[in-house]
């Protein structure tokens, strides 16, 4: 099979895939040669880390892509609320956190929309 | 579903443990909230994947080779519009810069004695956002030299649980109910934020938190593609300066 017209899908894949994403991590490695787990260089990345992931979750409820953006938002905002209340109910227990939450977002979507 | 507390002291396990047992205890310890939400996002991966006309094999060799699931997503997505290969490596690779501030916040847990430069190479393939996560997690309450074998024995676990996860999504694909598609996509971001929650250690993982969840948005509208690279800098960087100046204060 070919992809992009020309290429044999796995040579396409290979670097689209793999050399689109490896250099990004090998570069971390050698960025992160001298820094001490201690040092607050790192406290920043770690930071700047966190935030990144936080902006990728907004992204991920409030613009989704495939099924879930099929969902209405109320109920998609909804259901990332109950989810973080029934964590913080159940004493900051995360699968019970990543479970409420996904029961009311497939509960609405039977039920109520 | 076992939970390892917010900040573990060492386990058990770790007295006097070979880098072998270390291992085997990643494997075994792996299997948790994070491997169930992993195991049903990577089978919406393979059902997209089949969608698109991937191959079983195509399909499980890029979750072996990305190991990260927007750029598979995008990886696949591009190939479905027929792009060519500098259009497709271009759209992944931007999906693919968070994992550079990921990779230098995790290495420096993961050098000790005895870690090659080859083995941190090798490491580094396993990082993306939830093995960041447990990464930091997990790895802090360790013994310094068993951390890098227990983490290549816990990717080594989700990496299987993965490929195995994307071929079931690719045998069950259009057989899922819409409804519940829209289930498996919604575990990975309340995962990720419940997590970075229970893992935030102090005040500025919390402001870091609150500040990319409120400005990732908009910059997603004002600069797609680059939008999470600028969030985690302008979010990380105010988090992190709010709190030096706190600790500055006599």
Not at chain 2, 59 to 65: D, E, G, N, Y
Not at chain 2, 137 to 149: D, I, K, T, V
Request: positive net charge.
């Amino acid at each position: 099979m070919t992809f992009g017209g020309e290429f044999p899908s796995y040579l396409f894949l290979l670097i689209a895939g793999f050399g689109a994403t490896a250099p990004w991590r090998f570069l971390g490695v050698v960025l992160a040669r001298n820094l001490d787990i201690d040092s607050e260089l790192l406290n920043w990345v770690r930071a700047v880390s966190t935030a990144l992931v936080a902006g990728l979750v907004a992204r991920m409820v409030l613009f989704p892509v495939g099924a879930l953006a099929g969902v209405d938002p109320v109920l998609r905002v909804g259901a990332f609320g109950c989810g973080v209340l029934t964590f913080f109910v159940a004493r900051r227990n995360l699968g019970a956190g990543v479970a409420g939450g996904t029961a009311v977002l497939l509960a609405g979507q039977y039920v109520v929309w | 579903m076992p939970d390892s507390p917010n900040k573990p002291p060492a386990p058990q396990w770790a007295d006097d443990a070979t880098a072998r047992r270390a291992f085997w205890c990643g494997v075994r310890f792996a299997p948790s909230t994070p491997a169930v939400v992993l195991f049903a996002t990577f089978i919406g991966f393979g059902a997209l994947a089949q969608a698109t006309g991937f191959s079983p094999a195509e399909a499980v060799f890029t979750t072996l080779i990305v190991w990260a699931l927007p750029g598979q997503v995008v990886l696949v997505d591009e190939v479905a519009k027929g792009a060519g290969l500098v259009t497709a490596a271009f759209a992944v690779t931007l999906t693919a810069i968070r994992l550079l501030p990921l990779t230098v916040s995790l290495m420096p847990w993961l050098r000790g004695a005895g870690v090659s430069r080859p083995l941190q190479f090798l490491m580094s393939h396993f990082i993306a956002v939830t093995v960041w996560i447990e990464g930091h997690r997990r790895l802090p309450g360790l013994p310094a030299h068993l951390r890098a074998p227990y983490f290549l024995g816990m990717a080594s676990a989700f990496l299987v649980l993965n490929l195995v996860a994307t071929l079931i999504g690719f045998l069950v694909a259009g057989r899922v109910p819409v409804e519940v598609a829209a289930g498996l996509l919604f575990l990975t971001p309340i995962y990720f934020l419940l997590s970075l929650i229970a893992s935030a250690r102090g005040r500025v993982d919390l402001m870091a938190l609150a500040l990319g969840f409120a400005i990732g948005p908009p910059l997603f509208v004002l600069m797609p593609g680059f939008d999470l690279l600028a969030t985690g800098l302008i979010g990380g960087t105010i988090a992190y300066g709010a709190s030096a100046r706190r600790k500055a204060r006599p």
